[in-house]
């Protein structure tokens, strides 16, 4: 799994002033609590920094993996070698600028979603609830386009910064983004690090009611008692991968420590002691059994990362 020389970690050591870490288990980092070491684990204190890093990366040609806040995704035993980049309270910040037409929240990409929401609350910005209670970070969100209740992430995008491998950074119009059912297409490489919502004035105690009564509706059909990626599998057109799985008798299923929810079949929870060997074989049975059923290929939402042991 080696990727760095000495000559390397140090001058990363030197772009960093010093927060890097090396050999770090990821499973604390991840919604799965799954996962083996990351080679090096980077959290940026800003975009100037991360920028550097990156086209440091590049020039070097060390791989780089962004896992946010770690949420919808699954981080094999064996770990990941070179960079593994995580968004803190660092590139956080949340505020409001008032446009001639209308209202945006610019985000940083490492706020979480519900710190988002207490903003919206607090604030009296409509438009974005339908996010509550969704784990995850502004820019996972808007990097796999996040949706929920009918409304996805990128139908409230206005625009965003990217970072991207030479180290340049871009501002990107919400016009020219190409967002598709749990995607946003992007360069190779390239980092969401701002984004920018449409968002409306409204009574606080209204978004608050909204809020609360979204995060309601998640508690009645998901199940939010145990560590999970939220919804593996991408819903095909026309139909509901909980509602295949089910059909195909999955329903229950256990593999070591890891069960596809009896509460949401889309769902495989961490019920303890989980491994990503427990987890990816229910995913793969998942797909053989659905396949055979009803002839339909489910594909992943969550993204599966690491090096295979």
Known sequence: MKRFTEEQIERLKSLTGGSVSFGVSLSSFTSFKVG??????????????????ISFANVASLPYVV???????????????????R?????????????????????????????????CADEG????????????????AISVNTGAFGSDIGGKVTGIKVVKPDGSVEAIEGRDLHFGYRELSLGRGWIVVEGAFAVE?????????????FIRKRNEKQ????PSAGSIFKNPPGDYAGRLIEAAGLK?????????????ANWIV????????????????????????????????????????
Do not use: W
Request: net charge negative.
């Open 67 to 85: 896992i946010g806040r770690g949420s919808n995704i699954l981080v094999r035993d064996a770990g990941i070698g070179g960079l593994v980049i």
């Open 201 to 213: 004035r409204a009574e606080k105690e209204d978004v608050r009611g909204r809020i609360k009564d």
């Open 223 to 226: 199940p939010l008692d145990a």
């Open 125 to 140: 910005l409509s438009g974005l609830e339908f996010l509550a209670g969704i784990p995850g970070s502004a820019g996972g």
């Open 270 to 309: 961490n019920i303890g002691g989980a491994g990503s060997d427990d987890i990816i074989g229910l995913i793969n049975t998942a797909r053989e059994r659905v396949k055979e059923v009803s002839g339909i290929e489910l594909e992943l939402e969550i993204r599966i990362l690491g090096d295979e042991s």
């Open 36 to 53: 083996g070491r990351a080679e090096a684990l980077y959290e940026p204190k800003d975009i100037e920094e991360l920028s550097m890093v």
């Open 87 to 119: 968004f803190g309270r660092k590139i956080a910040g949340l505020r409001l600028e008032e446009k001639v037409n209308r209202h945006e929240l610019i985000c940083g990409a490492g706020a979480q979603l519900k710190d988002l929401m207490r903003f």
């Open 252 to 264: 229950g299923m256990q593999r070591g420590g890891a069960r596809i929810s009896p509460v949401h």
